[in-house]
């Protein structure tokens, strides 16, 4: 694990380089869907750490948002989940908030993990059993149990949607970043105490943050039955959200928004 862990630090480093040579430059930009933007910056990234990823564990299975998918990895015992720049958006405007984001699992089990932002030189890694690291120190999750008091972080876009408008956080408590993959990350570092989504996330956006924040002593669920996600599956999306950071915060918020969702069906 010590040696698959170096490599895809080091692929996430390289995909950094590239990466900011595209940084606050003008870029084409093209749209895979509504509001799902791509750049040569991601695909570039994309080509380098699946270069440097298979070249050297060939019989892995592949799964990118920047690479057509291929049922085969459906087969595979180990597969990497990889989103070449999380936060995209963030990206395209200059904002430094998104990062590399480079999972592992194994029998849909996430077991390795590595976040890197390459803007603000901030790398997160951690591997089943080994612990989680924040540049280079070890990690260790908000204990924080009072919800009334955690610093939460939120999407952008959800808050721009009005979607915590109906939860009684002050405005000061909600701090707003775009990439799921940086906000699991910052989470896992005990940056902030707590973090939700309140709308479906991909197994590329959550899979490398996910082992970080458990190494770090937290969990990742699913916000309306407080499940376990897992990955490599057929349908790559996590429905309806998911809540991450201690249990005790993570369940106390599962059960709020249930409460608030009970009442708007």
């Not at 950094?16 to 940084?23: A, F, L």
């Not at 750049?39 to 057509?68: Q, R, V």
């Not at 390459?118 to 149990?145: D, M």
């Amino acid at each position: 694990m010590e040696k698959i862990l170096k490599d895809s630090i080091s692929a996430a480093h390289e995909a950094g380089n590239i990466i900011m040579k595209y940084y606050k430059t003008k870029l084409e930009i093209k749209h895979k869907s509504v509001n799902n933007p791509v750049t040569k910056a991601d695909l570039a990234a994309n080509e380098i750490i699946k270069k440097i990823l298979i070249s050297k564990y060939p019989n892995f299975g592949w799964l990118s948002e920047e690479t057509k998918d291929s049922e085969h990895r459906l087969s595979n015992e180990y597969v990497w989940i990889i989103d070449p720049i999380d936060g995209t958006k963030e990206f395209i405007e200059g904002i430094s908030n998104f990062a590399i984001s480079i999972g592992l699992v194994k029998n849909q089990k996430p077991i390795l993990g590595v976040l890197y932002n390459p803007a603000t030189e901030e790398l997160f890694y951690g591997s089943k059993n080994n612990g989680s690291f924040y540049n280079g120190k070890k990690c260790q999750i908000s204990t924080l149990k009072n919800i009334e008091k955690v610093k939460i972080v939120v999407s952008r876009s959800e808050i721009k949607a009005g979607l915590w408008e109906k939860f009684s956080f002050k405005q000061e408590s909600k701090i707003e970043i775009g990439s799921v993959a940086y906000k699991l990350g910052l989470i896992a570092a005990n940056k902030y105490d707590f973090f939700a989504t309140l709308k479906p996330k991909n197994e590329w956006d959550i899979c490398a943050g996910h082992i970080i924040i458990q190494e770090a002593g937290g969990v990742l669920k699913k916000i309306h039955d407080f499940t376990t996600p897992t990955y490599n599956q057929k349908l790559t999306l996590q429905k309806p959200g998911l809540v991450g950071g201690n249990a005790d915060i993570s369940s106390t918020f599962s059960r709020i928004w249930n409460n608030k969702f009970q009442k708007l069906r």
